[in-house]
Structure formats: structure tokens, C-alpha cells
């Protein structure tokens, strides 16, 4: 398969098993399903230039704002899976390891603790909201989910392939 097929492919995917994680973590845990149109509200501020929000919920919204966020949400898995091809090789493709997508799946956690966090109001790595220690560890494990997603498609890529 070509390597740009299979990183939209397993971005795609492995984003969606987060998507699941969050479904089953609210039955497990009763955690709130993330809000991807507060996301697509930070996104849709920064073309005027504020980029930083005191809570972002207070902030007016903005037309499309859940299609930007979930398709920003999407298109940032498919980045992060470019990301693995790049720090790998396409190679990993061919033959996916775990080790090397979960490596991706925790260094990714960078992403929410130092941008979308701070930029959304809550401070860098959930600092400032009710619970940090909670907002860290679920974004940890989401990451970690992101990671075996990763591989997982990788891996049924492959079998697909095979056939």
C-alpha cells in the first residue's frame, strides 16, 4: 500500500479507537466526552489573532466550530501517524512494532499539555483546571490508546494487504 494511504489510514484509525476509549471511559469512569467544538472555537480564534483564552467556554462561538474541531481532531491523528513514518521510516509500516507507535502515542501528550491546554484556558498540562491530576492522567492514557491504535492498524493494514 502506498505510504501516504496507509498514514491516512492509520491515523484515521487509531484516532478513532481513542474515540472509543472516550466512549468506554465515560461508562467506566463517568468522565465527560471531550467537547471537540470547544477545540474547533480555539482553532476558529486564531485566524483574529487570539490564540490564548482565560476558558475558552466563555469565549463566543464560532460558525462550523464542532466540523473544525472534529476534523482538526482527525487530521492531527493522520499528522502524528506522518510523524511515526518520519521518525521510523516507512518502513515500520511494512513491519509495525509497538514499541516505537506507543513512543509517538506518549510524546504526542505534548500536544494537549503545552498547546490546547494553555490555549483553552486550563494552563500547561491541565494546571488550572478542578482536577489536573485527572486532566493529565486521561490525556496520558488517551495518548497511550493513540499509540496502540497506531500499531493496531498497522498491523491490520498488513493483513488487509496480505489478502
Known sequence: MHIITSTIMI???ATALIDLWALARRR?????LP???????WLGQMPRGRFRHPAIRSVPPV???????????????????GLLALIRSPAWFAQ??????LIVGVATVAAPYLLMQPGMGLGIAGRLSAKPWSVRLHSLVT?????????????????FAAR
Do not use: K, N, T
Not at 28 to 32: E, I
Not at 35 to 41: A, E, F, I, N, T
Not at 67 to 78: D, E, F
Not at 143 to 155: E, R
Open 96 to 101: 509495525p512494532s509497538l514499541w516505537p507507535a
Open 143 to 159: 495518548h497511550i490508546m493513540f499509540g496502540i491504535g497506531l500499531y493496531a492498524m498497522a498491523c491490520a493494514l498488513q493483513v
Open 63 to 81: 460558525p462550523g466550530e464542532r466540523l473544525i474541531g472534529w476534523g482538526m481532531h482527525y487530521l492531527i491523528g493522520i499528522v502524528f501517524a
Open 28 to 32: 467506566l469512569f463517568d468522565v465527560a
Open 11 to 13: 491515523g484515521l484509525g
Open 35 to 41: 467537547d471537540y467544538g470547544l477545540v474547533g472555537r
